[in-house]
């Protein structure tokens, strides 16, 4: 009888290690705290506008040719579109005369950077797509694709920074 309620206790156990939930991964873009450059140069103030699907907390995958997929247990440590827009403008910065600071620290925005596509896929690549607009009206469309080294969130971000320098080059020149 013993060795009937161990065994029984035993296995609820295991059944319930097995059932238990994956823990909760959170990622953070590298270069994602703005850095305001030394240099004395005239200040662009940068507005970031996230398409909906990019306003989760999620990390966002496309499994196929139509369907996209929200992370379940894969966050962004800190809300995405900050993140994105301190990433942009510290990329920015190392790239012409003119210093771009979130405008939230500036007061004022210049420039406009709408993004629709921040993701991986599953061809091994991430996509990055959108388009600056200045206040003047001018505006540059930007769709990069960059190949994924490795597997997992962090060879997918690591992909998603590289592209982020390709956006920025696109934007400045």
């Given at each position: ?22 823990s ?35 990390l966002l ?27 942009l403008?510290n990329?920015l ?45 001018q ?35």
């Open positions: 009888m013993m060795k009937k309620i161990i065994f029984l206790f035993a296995t609820s156990i295991m059944l319930v290690a097995c059932g238990s939930t994956p909760t991964q959170y990622y953070q873009l590298p270069d994602s705290a703005f850095r305001l450059p030394e240099q004395n140069r005239t200040i662009q103030g940068v507005r970031l506008v996230l398409a909906e699907s990019l306003q989760s907390n999620s995958y496309q499994t196929d040719e139509y369907t996209l997929n929200f992370a379940q247990h894969n966050l962004w440590a800190s809300p995405l579109k900050e993140a994105l827009n301190n990433a403008c990329k910065n190392q790239l012409g005369q003119t210093t771009y600071a979130p405008a939230n620290h500036t007061g004022t925005t210049h420039l406009t950077i709408y993004i629709d596509r921040f993701q991986g896929n599953y061809r091994g690549e991430t996509e990055i797509s959108g388009y600056a607009q200045w206040q003047n009206g505006s540059k469309p930007f769709h990069v694709i960059t190949e994924q080294h490795g597997d997992g969130y962090a060879a997918m971000l690591n992909s998603l920074n590289q592209g982020l320098n390709k956006v920025a080059q696109k934007i400045v020149y």
